[in-house]
């Protein structure tokens, strides 16, 4: 049998294009970020008539999403926790926790870490 690398020229066209348009979709970043500034810092599992301190009181983050989900996401959706599980008076350095919905991934929190005075 011969070979013709002429034959079904349209065809073969169709699917190189059609090949290309989904590689491009596929492996596009179609991702954007967002960055909510002078989010709240939360106090979780504090202890009965514990005073705490947080500094810096307000945090930015910001988050990757599709346009989609960044657009109907409410500043209110993104909150910033620290936990007090356990520690008495003193100072601490501890990590901010950020929750976020599931469809959103965080990209930065500025600062990471935040200082607790507990008296």
Known sequence: MAW???RNLGWKALAVVLGTALWFTVSGDLSIERTIDDRPVIIKNAAAGVQAVVVPSR??????????ELGTLQDN??????????????????????????????SKVVPTTVEVRIR
Do not use: C, M, N, W
């Not at 945090?59 to 989609?68: D, P, Q």
């Open 77 to 106: 959706q993104v909150t910033v926790l620290v936990d007090l599980t356990g520690l008495g008076p003193g100072q601490y350095k501890l990590p901010a926790h950020v929750d976020t919905p599931t469809s959103v991934a965080i």
């Open 59 to 68: 945090v930015a983050v910001t988050v990757r999403g599709s346009r989609e």
């Open 4 to 6: 013709h690398p002429f």
